[in-house]
């Protein structure tokens, strides 16, 4: 969203857009969770026919007072073992998929079931980091034609098939090592439903450039789907970029996994940092609600800006206690920086900033303001830097450096009833709005006051 949102203040139209793969064996051994662990009565079950005429009978979050995506995400880590215990569940899981494939009306169902509360779950997750997507890519509406590019890329010579019936690409050109497109038993691989879903972006978005931001594991996998691509005639491979990032941890806790079951929520982090900065809150004045408002938006702020302030590739751990604190790198610091500013203003409300404009070049100003003034004067040049290069952390850099040097000065100089009064009111003023503008660019909101 960050990088978004800084392509779109150079100018640039952009579509946020996402992909949903609501299809294939990971979402089986989820269906089969709920189906065999999910009952009222703690009874085992794998029969799809009594479930779909007694679903009464199966738990709904509300029963285990649960988020719906945490209530299906605990299925799916049951599901996952059992599929692991026996060839026997094994082939019983992969039955939903085939199933599913043939669109048996029980099978579809059942996989509707479990994935609308999971949508619901990510509705209330994105909400709450108001992230939005412009148009959202189901993989169950595509996948088919994936299969029939490859069939016409074989026609074509761009593929080949080999012994035991599976086709293969034929990338040395590109100097990358060759990847199936559909496998022996004519199934689809993830790089089939990609290809499909290249060709509909370029058709429907028109878009000069297309981007996906995937972990890195997955570089050669999409330099290997850009050539084919442009072997199909879909596009030129420069036309796609793959934003890769670096992984996040939790210090101390070591990586992750929601096969294991072991993942750190990102709503319990934002709750996390809400509380720790209600904590910090206490006895300010201000009224529950207000107080409860202001702390959310600290505390999710303070959470992105932690993220954000790392370079793309780098891998972070991420520490609560100095993401939510009030001093040094952090969201919260600028935040305060904001509050500070408006506090200045406030107590000059009738001041008019721009009336006194032209009188500003007859004072002499001191180094600190002058510091000041070159940074603000970056201030587009940096947008434009973090843009081009995929970077919200050269934002954060410029942030933290501008609220710092302005910190310096409201330590050093007096402002209100000093002989420069209507400048570094309007130096205050200019801080305050380039950090909001800036903060808005990372989704971060800026409380009045703090």
């Known amino acids: 969203m960050a990088i978004a949102n800084l392509a779109e203040a150079t100018g640039i139209k952009v579509i946020r857009d996402c992909i949903d793969n609501d299809r294939g064996i990971a979402i089986a051994k989820l269906m089969w969770g709920y189906l065999k662990f999910g009952k009222k009565d703690k009874k085992e079950t794998e029969d799809i026919?009594?479930?779909?005429?007694?679903?009464?009978?199966?738990?709904?979050?509300?029963?285990?007072?649960?988020?719906?995506?945490?209530?299906?995400?605990?299925?799916?880590?049951?599901?996952?073992?059992?599929?692991?215990?026996?060839?026997?569940?094994?082939?019983?899981?992969?039955?939903?998929?085939?199933?599913?494939e043939t669109e048996d009306k029980i099978t579809w169902a059942l996989w509707k079931k479990v994935l609308d509360y999971s949508y619901e779950g990510q509705k209330m997750t994105l909400g709450r980091l108001g992230n939005k997507w412009d148009k959202v890519w189901h993989e169950h509406e595509h996948y088919k034609a994936g299969k029939k590019l490859v069939e016409e890329g074989l026609k074509k010579g761009i593929f080949k098939k080999l012994d035991d019936g599976a086709i293969v690409t034929d990338l040395a050109k590109y100097k990358l090592p060759d990847t199936i497109v559909m496998k022996s038993d004519g199934t689809a691989l993830y790089i089939t439903q990609d290809l499909a879903l290249t060709k509909l972006k370029k058709e429907t978005f028109k878009a000069d450039k297309l981007f996906w931001v995937i972990g890195p594991e997955q570089s050669l996998a999409m330099q290997q789907m850009f050539a084919v691509c442009e072997q199909l005639g879909i596009g030129k491979k420069d036309d796609f970029v793959h934003l890769a990032y670096g992984y996040m941890s939790?210090?101390?806790?070591?990586?992750?996994?929601?096969?294991?079951?072991?993942?750190?929520?990102?709503?319990?982090?934002?709750?996390?940092?809400?509380?720790?900065?209600?904590?910090?809150?206490?006895?300010?004045?201000?009224?529950?609600?207000?107080?409860?408002?202001?702390?959310?938006?600290?505390?999710?702020?303070?959470?992105?800006?932690?993220?954000?302030?790392?370079?793309?590739?780098?891998?972070?751990?991420?520490?609560?206690?100095?993401?939510?604190?009030?001093?040094?790198?952090?969201?919260?610091?600028?935040?305060?920086?904001?509050?500070?500013?408006?506090?200045?203003?406030?107590?000059?409300?009738?001041?008019?900033?721009?009336?006194?404009?032209?009188?500003?070049?007859?004072?002499?100003?001191?180094?600190?303001?002058?510091?000041?003034?070159?940074?603000?004067?970056?201030?587009?040049?940096?947008?434009?830097?973090?843009?081009?290069?995929?970077?919200?952390?050269?934002?954060?850099?410029?942030?933290?450096?501008?609220?710092?040097?302005?910190?310096?000065?409201?330590?050093?100089?007096?402002?209100?009833a000093s002989d420069n009064e209507d400048f570094r009111l309007a130096l205050t003023f200019g801080v305050g709005q380039v950090l909001k503008n800036g903060l808005k660019l990372l989704g971060i909101q800026t409380p009045e006051r703090m």
């Open 49 to 100: 026919g009594y479930w779909f005429d007694y679903q009464d009978q199966w738990q709904t979050p509300e029963d285990l007072k649960l988020r719906p995506d945490r209530f299906v995400d605990q299925l799916y880590v049951k599901g996952a073992a059992d599929f692991e215990k026996s060839k026997e569940i094994e082939e019983k899981v992969r039955k939903l998929v085939v199933d599913w």
């Open 250 to 416: 939790i210090k101390g806790q070591g990586k992750m996994s929601s096969r294991l079951g072991n993942v750190v929520y990102i709503d319990e982090l934002l709750d996390l940092a809400k509380a720790k900065v209600k904590k910090i809150m206490d006895g300010a004045d201000f009224s529950g609600k207000a107080i409860d408002k202001v702390s959310e938006e600290v505390g999710v702020g303070a959470v992105k800006y932690s993220i954000l302030k790392v370079g793309r590739l780098q891998d972070m751990a991420f520490d609560i206690n100095e993401s939510v604190s009030v001093e040094g790198n952090s969201g919260p610091y600028l935040q305060y920086t904001v509050a500070r500013t408006n506090s200045v203003l406030a107590k000059m409300p009738n001041k008019q900033i721009s009336e006194s404009a032209n009188k500003w070049q007859m004072k002499k100003l001191n180094n600190e303001e002058m510091t000041i003034l070159r940074s603000l004067a970056r201030f587009s040049e940096v947008i434009e830097t973090a843009a081009k290069s995929y970077s919200p952390n050269l934002l954060c850099n410029y942030l933290y450096d501008l609220a710092q040097k302005y910190n310096n000065f409201y330590n050093k100089d007096r402002i209100i």
